[in-house]
């Protein structure tokens, strides 16, 4: 479907599209109620763990202890720390006029009272792959993780209008997050310098990528590098886990007993539309993003709307185009770790491994639909797990990296590595 979004332009010649964040904020009494509905975009997420040595998962794991929420309790940000212009961070006040405000000029009542206005998900409820079935569609994009046999789903669907789920996993922290403009799904450990935070919504951008607030100290984070741009926590980074920006069907062969994110949020959405379906093409087309973006990131290397995926390996940022990798394999060596990507045209998505098993570094085909490694012949499936041959049962470790839009991932990092087959 065409991209239609209705932009308005705004501060003095920037232009910004009016139409472009999702959700409606029904939240506290003095939250916007009627933020206006965002235009069409399709985003993608990801994860990866052996499906076969998963233990069967027939009900939905027991709730654990709410997270209790009080917003008036977060810190104001301390705007004498940042990285980053404050100018260049602007809020989205959800308003037909005066919608982008920057932070250097946002009074203290209209920072308050944004918050959450786009809701995070703080106590997510999970459902059965079969019931998430009823609603879900294979085509529909899903950010997945997965780590010791348990794996869950974050639909795209419901994403797009919470953008932060947090809770945790094998006592692990996590955040899930997803900028909708972006198309970037990025699973997070939320433990930081030995203190374990939790993240809200600011409404507010920088590089037309979403800015998170954590409670603890009010600090603001940009959510495609993890890294906290203004407040005490400037330059402190959160860990990306691996995850897969990926459609339903594809976790789903993965992960047959993962649990799915429920739409008993608490909040009233429509989860059957995606508001952002196209909004890669139509940045493509017209190179017109919602809120500004520097000229870091509108490198002409690649199109801005292209999905990329990056691989962290030691301090080295490689990022791959998933078009180039379309249905197949890529043989990578980043450092010195041999690295194999897994793509499948659908979505796109993508997933990457360090190609060693027991030590030994393995080259991978993808021939008649099948992963193989030239080394000993065994198959091996999108999981990263051998599933025939000799190696048989044997898993590939999954790296940490980022799905999102080209435009996004270099504007978060500059210093990356833009993976050109050579």
């Given at each position: 479907?065409?991209?239609?979004?209705?932009?308005?332009?705004?501060?003095?010649?920037?232009?910004?599209?009016?139409?472009?964040?999702?959700?409606?904020?029904?939240?506290?009494?003095?939250?916007?109620?009627?933020?206006p509905i965002t235009p069409a975009i399709n985003p993608t997420p990801t994860t990866a763990v052996s499906p076969s040595q998963e233990p069967a998962?027939?009900?939905?794991?027991?709730?654990?202890?709410?997270?209790?929420?009080?917003?008036?309790?977060?810190?104001?940000?301390?705007?004498?720390?940042?990285?980053?212009?404050?100018?260049?961070?602007?809020?989205?006040?959800?308003?037909?006029?005066?919608?982008?405000?920057?932070?250097?000029?946002?009074?203290?009542?209209?920072?308050?009272?944004?918050?959450?206005?786009?809701?995070?998900?703080?106590?997510?409820?999970?459902?059965?792959?079969?019931?998430?079935?009823?609603?879900?569609?294979?085509?529909?994009?899903?950010?997945?993780?997965?780590?010791?046999?348990?794996?869950?789903?974050?639909?795209?669907?419901?994403?797009?209008?919470?953008?932060?789920?947090?809770?945790?996993?094998?006592?692990?922290?996590?955040?899930?997050?997803?900028?909708?403009?972006?198309?970037s799904g990025i699973v997070y450990d939320r433990a930081v310098n030995g203190q374990t935070l939790l993240f809200g919504n600011t409404s507010a951008?920088?590089?037309?990528?979403?800015?998170?607030?954590?409670?603890?100290?009010?600090?603001?984070?940009?959510?495609?590098?993890?890294?906290?741009?203004?407040?005490?926590?400037?330059?402190?980074?959160?860990?990306?886990?691996?995850?897969?920006?990926?459609?339903?069907?594809?976790?789903?062969?993965?992960?047959?007993?993962?649990?799915?994110?429920?739409?008993?949020?608490?909040?009233?959405?429509?989860?059957?539309?995606?508001?952002?379906?196209?909004?890669?093409?139509?940045?493509?087309?017209?190179?017109?993003?919602?809120?500004?973006?520097?000229?870091?990131?509108?490198?002409?290397?690649?199109?801005?709307?292209?999905?990329?995926?990056?691989?962290?390996?030691?301090?080295?940022?490689?990022?791959?185009?998933?078009?180039?990798?379309?249905?197949?394999?890529?043989?990578?060596?980043?450092?010195?770790?041999?690295?194999?990507?897994?793509?499948?045209?659908?979505?796109?998505?993508?997933?990457?491994?360090?190609?060693?098993?027991?030590?030994?570094?393995?080259?991978?085909?993808?021939?008649?639909?099948?992963?193989?490694?030239?080394?000993?012949?065994?198959?091996?499936?999108?999981?990263?797990?051998?599933?025939?041959?000799?190696?048989?049962?044997a898993q590939l470790g999954p790296l940490p990296g980022r799905s999102t839009f080209w435009f996004a991932m270099i504007a978060a990092f500059p210093?990356?590595?833009?993976?050109?087959?050579?």
């Amino acid at each position: 479907m065409r991209f239609r979004p209705r932009i308005y332009w705004l501060l003095a010649g920037v232009l910004l599209v009016i139409a472009c964040r999702a959700g409606t904020a029904v939240q506290p009494t003095v939250r916007p109620t009627e933020p206006p509905i965002t235009p069409a975009i399709n985003p993608t997420p990801t994860t990866a763990v052996s499906p076969s040595q998963e233990p069967a998962v027939t009900q939905p794991a027991p709730s654990p202890t709410p997270i209790m929420i009080d917003l008036d309790t977060i810190p104001p940000v301390d705007t004498n720390q940042h990285s980053v212009p404050l100018e260049q961070v602007y809020f989205d006040t959800f308003r037909r006029t005066n919608r982008a405000v920057p932070l250097s000029a946002a009074q203290p009542e209209l920072i308050r009272t944004l918050l959450d206005a786009i809701p995070p998900i703080y106590n997510p409820v999970w459902e059965t792959a079969a019931a998430a079935d009823e609603w879900l569609r294979d085509g529909d994009l899903v950010l997945g993780y997965a780590d010791s046999g348990e794996a869950f789903a974050y639909p795209v669907r419901i994403l797009n209008f919470h953008e932060m789920v947090s809770h945790e996993v094998n006592g692990r922290p996590i955040l899930a997050s997803y900028c909708p403009l972006c198309r970037s799904g990025i699973v997070y450990d939320r433990a930081v310098n030995g203190q374990t935070l939790l993240f809200g919504n600011t409404s507010a951008l920088y590089e037309s990528d979403m800015v998170m607030v954590d409670h603890q100290t009010g600090s603001y984070w940009m959510q495609v590098s993890g890294e906290a741009i203004v407040g005490k926590m400037t330059g402190a980074r959160l860990a990306a886990l691996p995850s897969q920006t990926t459609t339903w069907e594809v976790w789903k062969q993965q992960y047959p007993h993962t649990l799915s994110l429920s739409r008993d949020t608490g909040n009233p959405r429509d989860y059957n539309r995606d508001p952002f379906s196209g909004y890669g093409e139509f940045l493509n087309e017209n190179g017109r993003f919602a809120f500004p973006v520097s000229d870091q990131g509108r490198d002409p290397r690649l199109e801005p709307g292209a999905v990329v995926l990056s691989v962290t390996v030691g301090e080295t940022i490689r990022v791959y185009p998933l078009a180039a990798v379309g249905d197949g394999v890529l043989n990578d060596v980043v450092g010195e770790t041999a690295v194999a990507v897994f793509g499948q045209a659908k979505g796109p998505t993508g997933a990457a491994y360090a190609a060693v098993v027991d030590g030994r570094s393995l080259t991978f085909t993808f021939v008649d639909g099948l992963i193989r490694d030239e080394e000993t012949g065994s198959t091996w499936d999108f999981s990263g797990q051998a599933i025939s041959g000799e190696l048989a049962g044997a898993q590939l470790g999954p790296l940490p990296g980022r799905s999102t839009f080209w435009f996004a991932m270099i504007a978060a990092f500059p210093e990356l590595e833009l993976y050109t087959g050579q």
